[in-house]
């Protein structure tokens, strides 16, 4: 292989996109060596757009190809976990969505696999890479705080997704709060022992004939006695809100919404400011670089990867927890599901 | 009696000096005509400093006393209940501070006598009268934020209080969150059906040892569907916060913390401002004011008190609760601890 | 007389009623002794709301009082000169509303009353006394700031004047910025040596029909080096609008906005909040209060007084290089307007 | 020549990498075809990065490339008239770095050569093309603030420049303010006819000995009577301060600096945020994008450029006659300079 990663990627889709994008202009280090789609004409456009050599006709040709060093799986949830097994058998290091998947199952057949090939893997928890939230974790991580008491996650979707898509996505919790609950456990630094879930319809009556909840409160009883609660909604109208505050013992730490610009204006009914960034992907921007530049560093310089298997599987755990919480009116501990270790 | 409203002052300490004064100086309509204390200096010095020209040696004297048309019960919390039950026998009109018991026995037999004798009750919940809740309460009910969805009260005092005191205070849920059980029913217009509670010892240990909490996260389900969230500590080390938030269909409205300045000091390590006010007196100031103005309006203009018998009685409700959710770890129905109307 | 301080009240308009209520109800050390109006009904009104026992039928009656310690003169601006002249005559400490008036001659002719007569005398310049001005002046005092290099204040009315006032108001000068000129004295403890004003007539004709402008930029420059200006407009539709900013050599302190609650509602298309207050006696509120405050703690501890008659002059010079450097567009120095002790 | 516009970049220092990037990463439609500078390994090392096929040796050799169809003029300031010239002559659109010269003279000879040779020609104001500015702009230009009547730009760099720097770049007004002349100008849309200087060295003793200011406060009158200023300094302890702000007659208009992040922390002492974005590459990122974006654009679909030649022109002549106000300690107008037609 030449000095440069060679990244194969698997799905052209609009994350397969973003990535493709950042691999080819924002890391020299790395570079864009194959892609595949099911749709061979979404990989196509990528790759011109990219200057990607080799469109494959499908995964196993990215994966037998010994020229490439490592993967990114951005093709749908369903197929993530045969994709790292396959990946891993193939001697490949693994870069994957969020989640792994749905069934603990089928993410522990991933784990074991991926263990026993030795190669690296890290899943897309983006948000842990963004500028804001990673400054709340530094003044936790770096004592600022003092000792993590409180801590609250906002985290509201601008809209709604259709409920056809609300059908096989696993239900709120996996599909949206897994974020939430990655993200919880990054910035306290200790695991959730409980939660219990507070859930309704209230944005859209179709989501609650699909069986799902749009809006949520759920509470967290963290290992090291910090109680915390994720508030979700599947539409605030006022835009994409991502919020997080934690409470310790020598000062709180909170972020706020970002915007696009700083612009207020006074007029004789109010002072205002237009809405905060409405789309994850603006929102997130710098959070998707960061992550494959932290991939790549790990895959080159034989580190740890930051967001680990385990790190995939235990908020599915979370999840879990969260729906049968929902569905028994109870406080749910994460031992009922599961231990948090994989098999 | 004379033109204005001739006002009799039970208990002389903090709060019954702030409502002295602000009788004596701040509301035209009104009289403080009488004061009394256990200490009787302390009713003779608040009497000189507003111009009262009688410091009655009991609270008898005062509800004997022709000339009296209404009473301010600021004495400790174990009268409340008695003085609330004389005063209305002797038919005069009541302005209490909260709460009115800790038991819901008492407050019943309160209650009863304010009913029979047909005077005004008005609860000292002054948080309502706070201009920035008072700002939320308005999207809610003008309708600014369309259907009520989540609620988030944060309510965090500068300091814990001495273990003594803790030990009679009916605990946390009676003496701090009461205010915050107050604010959700006040800032969704629904009554609370389930509470579940999470919280620990995180501040202080004695606390602890005296049997209560000192940090929790209470979770409320409103019969509007609304789910809501109370943040409570004992001690934030930046101070008194206060702070409220509403999601609705139509918007949100937010409130946060006042300030004793609006200056901002940028220095070559960061950009600072001084911490938000610390006191209870400085923070709320205002709303002292205009809860007794609504009381005196009431009286005057023979019109409901904005702050009811049963606005007092159903906290204590939600307290009880709270407790019996944290000894039990279970969501606990406000139906299991009594029905909301009293006897 | 009594431990007190007995204060006579002369002029019981807007200013002179708020005055007589921070001497009634929120000074215990001073005692409104007597109040007097040229419309005897106004008197007896504030009279009866404050308290104060005698209703005098002229200034003189005041004055001629033995029991009187000090006076507080809110009558028209034409009368003040004359007012502190009979006032030091009778021995009387002042406080003087400003301007002391439009000509430094008779401005001259009242402080050397003043210091003949060895009396006390403050100039009501009331917001050095807000908290939010008082912080800035902190930080720049303190030594938070460092060297002090450039100040900008930000000075704006929520709606003009009538034309017929602003015919006697000595112009937009002498009328509005006087207060901003004091700020700029008062927030950088040096004097200004020039001025130069860029002005203009963008608000109401009438006004500029009057002679006079409603819009302003003046430059400072001041002894210490100190650059800075003040903006001024008699009307910001949003507002009242009053702001203040210092760059120091170690940091900068800037001042926002007051506003009436800190509610914020996020909609489909603003993040928005209510305006600032608007009224220059709800922004200024406690410093009424303040600025009496430090007057009878000049007077009853000998000390002097926080503004002296040569602050209450050194504006009028100020105003009146400001206009001279309008009306010859150039800046103009202040020794070329007078020097800045008085004769 | 393909689809894609071929470009040639001239000079690959720091600005000349950033605009290389600019074309190869994030405008599909141009094509960074050719590089050159006067150190050769420093165009190399930009070709590698952004896969440029080919290193120039000089610019003559880019200029006379059939097959490039505009050039980014990136090298020092002395070189950019004489290139403009021989661009033009060579039929090639150009991008030209601010400013064009430091002399009248020279800048018209380069702009007649652009006339003769009917080539487009922008000029590198980033700030435009900055959301923030961007806002406050759209608010003037769509009506939202009514007629414009004060305007103000806070300027600051976070620390001065080498003095040896200070002796070449034509003087802080050339160097530095041109930026906020433009931008005056451009939230404006009305031409400054007055200018009026009070500037002085507070910075750096070094500065004022190379006979240049570190400080300036300048006053602007405006065409259409609004009045501004620009506050500018060499030196801002807690950063790169960046700000602006326009009254009108229907609202104002202001826009604040941008942080590295959202979070802020409360401790027992402030609340506090980091530092505003210290540098203006991190700063002013997308304006760098948003600028080429439109040349390419202008260059494609054949419209005029946003940034002119004039509008190149226009601030040396404001930079002149706030050096030349400086000097003379007057107000003056910019006909005493020049037209701001070019000849």
């Known amino acids: 292989m030449n000095s440069k990663l060679n990244i194969g990627i698997i799905g052209a889709g609009r994350i397969g996109k973003v990535h493709a994008e950042t691999i080819a202009f924002r890391l020299p280090e790395a570079h864009p060596a194959s892609i595949t789609d099911i749709n061979p004409e979404a990989a196509a456009a990528v790759a011109a757009r990219c200057g990607i050599a080799h469109v494959a006709a499908s995964s196993a040709q990215i994966l037998d190809d010994p020229d490439i060093d490592a993967v990114l799986i951005c093709s749908s949830t369903d197929t993530h976990a045969g994709l790292i ?22 993410i522990d057949q991933a784990l074991e696999a991926v263990d026993k090939a030795g190669v690296k893997l890290q899943i897309g928890f983006n948000r842990r890479f963004d500028a804001n939230f990673a400054r709340v974790r530094a003044a936790v ?17 601008p809209a ?28 306290i630094g200790s695991e959730v022992e409980e939660i219990y879930t507070a859930a309704g319809v209230m944005v859209d009556p179709k989501i609650g004939a699909a069986g799902d909840v749009d809006t949520a409160v759920i509470t967290l009883r963290f290992a090291n006695g910090v109680i915390g609660t994720i508030d979700n909604s599947r539409k605030a109208v006022y835009g994409y809100d991502q919020r997080a505050e934690v409470l310790g013992s020598a000062s709180s730490s909170a972020t706020a919404n970002c915007y696009p610009n700083q612009a207020v204006v006074s007029t004789a009914e109010s002072v205002r400011r237009d809405l905060p960034l409405n789309f994850f992907m603006d929102r997130y921007t710098e959070s998707f670089v960061n992550e494959l530049r932290a991939f790549v560093d790990a895959v080159r310089l ?10 995939g599987r235990i908020p599915v755990v979370m999840a879990l927890a969260a729906r049968k919480s929902h569905d028994e009116r109870r406080p749910v501990r994460l031992a009922e599901i599961s231990s948090l270790a994989h098999a």
Do not use: N, W
């Open 85 to 106: 097994v396959d990946a891993a058998r193939a001697g490949k290091h693994i870069f994957c969505e969020k989640p792994i998947a749905h069934s603990l199952e089928r």
């Open 141 to 157: 991580a770096g004592g600022e705080i003092g000792a993590p008491q409180l801590l609250h996650i906002i985290s509201r979707d």
């Open 160 to 187: 709604p997704p259709p409920a056809s898509y609300v059908k096989v996505s696993g239900g709120m919790f996996l599909d949206m709060t897994i974020h939430d609950f990655d993200m919880a456990r990054f910035l």
């Open 302 to 311: 034989d580190k740890p990867t930051p967001v680990t298997g385990i790190d």
